[in-house]
C-alpha cells in the first residue's frame, strides 16, 4: 500500500476528524504536537477571514515546536472542505488553504476534480470521505488521493455498511492511503484498523471530551456519560443520516424514538447548518464508541493512553 510522506511523522496511526463548531486552533495543535494529523472543518472559522488568522496560528505554532522539538516533530494538519453546493464560500476558503500551502485536505459531501488538482499542484493530500464502494470509486476517479470509509456507528454524517464489507470491497481496487471511521476510540481499535488493511484510525468522538475542544461542558460531560446504546441515528437534523446523543435529542424537546424522516433540501452550510433543526449546536454528534470515554482530559494524555494501548495491543498479537 502507499501512503503519502507527509505521514511519517506521525507517532501513531490516528487522524483527528474534523469536528463541526468544536474543532478550533486550540484542538489542532494539540493534536499534532501529540503526534497525530489534527482537522478543522473551514467552516468553524467564522467569518471566512477567520481561516486565514487560524492557519497562521497553527503553522507558526506547530513551527515553533518543531524548532523546539527535533525529535519529536509535530504531525501534519488538515482543512475540511465540505463541499456541498449550499457552502457558498468552499472557494474562497481554497484560496486561503493553497496561500499557506496546506499540507492535507479532507472532503465532505462531495468529490470535485478541480478541488483534487488544485491540492495536488501545490503538493498537498486529499482524503474523501465516503459510505461505500460506488461512492468510493468516483471519489479516486476525480483524482482524491485517499479515502475514508465511514462505516456504521460513527459519529456526525456515518454510514450503514460494516466496516469490514467497507475495507474489503475498497482493498479489492484501491492501495492507496484509506482511513477507517467509525467506533474507533482506543489504540486497540486503531491495530484493528490496520488488520483489516485501513492505514489509519479516523477518530473523532473522543477528542470532543478534551481540555482544547470547543464543546461545552455539557456536550463534554455527555460524551464522558454516554454509552453506544445512547447513540441515535437519524436524517431528521440535516437532511443526512447521522449520529447523535439521545440526551441532546430530549433535551431539545423530542422523542428520540419518535423523530420524523428528515428532508434533504433543508442541509444548508451557507450559514453553517439548518440553524432551525440547532444540528451540532443543541443535537450533539457522536459515535458510537464513547463507551471507552471516560473523563475529560487533555488531548496529550487521550494520545499517551491510546500509545499504551495500540502497544498492548501489538504485544498481545506478538506482532
Request: aromatic fraction near 8%.
Amino acid at each position: 500500500m502507499t501512503v503519502p510522506a507527509i505521514f511519517d511523522r506521525l507517532r501513531l496511526p490516528i487522524i483527528g476528524s474534523p469536528l463541526f463548531i468544536v474543532s478550533g486552533p486550540e484542538l489542532v495543535i494539540a493534536q499534532c504536537k501529540a503526534g497525530i494529523v489534527g482537522s478543522f472543518p473551514a467552516l468553524n472559522a467564522r467569518p471566512q477571514a477567520q481561516l486565514d488568522e487560524w492557519i497562521h496560528q497553527i503553522t507558526e505554532e506547530l513551527a515553533a515546536w518543531n524548532r523546539d522539538n527535533p525529535d519529536r516533530p509535530a504531525a501534519p494538519y488538515a482543512v475540511n472542505q465540505i463541499v456541498h453546493k449550499s457552502n457558498n464560500r468552499w472557494e474562497e476558503d481554497m484560496v486561503t488553504c493553497e496561500k499557506w500551502q496546506v499540507p492535507l485536505i479532507i472532503t465532505s459531501l462531495g468529490a470535485r476534480e478541480d478541488l483534487n488538482a488544485a491540492v495536488t499542484k501545490w503538493g498537498g493530500v486529499t482524503l474523501h470521505d465516503i459510505i461505500d464502494d460506488r461512492f468510493a470509486r468516483k471519489a479516486i476517479e476525480k483524482g482524491a488521493t485517499g479515502l475514508i470509509p465511514v462505516a456504521v456507528g460513527a459519529g456526525g454524517h456515518a454510514g450503514r455498511l460494516s466496516p469490514f464489507a467497507l475495507i474489503q470491497e475498497i482493498r479489492q481496487w484501491f492501495d492507496g492511503p484509506v482511513a477507517l471511521s467509525g467506533c474507533i476510540a482506543t489504540g486497540d481499535a486503531v491495530l484493528a484498523a490496520q488488520a483489516m488493511g485501513a492505514d489509519f484510525g479516523y477518530i473523532g468522538s473522543p477528542w470532543i471530551a478534551t481540555v482544547e475542544a470547543r464543546a461545552d461542558d455539557g456536550y463534554k460531560e455527555g460524551i464522558v456519560e454516554g454509552r453506544a446504546s445512547d447513540i441515535v441515528y437519524s436524517d431528521l437534523f440535516t437532511g443526512v443520516h447521522g449520529n447523535y446523543l439521545r440526551q441532546s435529542i430530549v433535551n431539545a424537546g423530542l422523542d428520540p424514538d419518535n423523530l420524523p424522516q428528515g428532508d434533504i433540501s433543508t442541509m444548508n452550510f451557507g450559514s453553517g447548518g439548518n440553524s432551525e433543526a440547532k444540528a451540532w449546536r443543541d443535537i450533539w454528534g457522536s459515535g458510537q464508541g464513547i463507551g471507552a470515554v471516560h473523563k475529560v482530559e487533555t488531548v496529550a494524555d487521550r494520545v499517551d493512553r491510546m500509545e499504551r494501548e495500540y502497544l498492548a495491543a501489538r504485544a498481545r498479537l506478538k506482532l
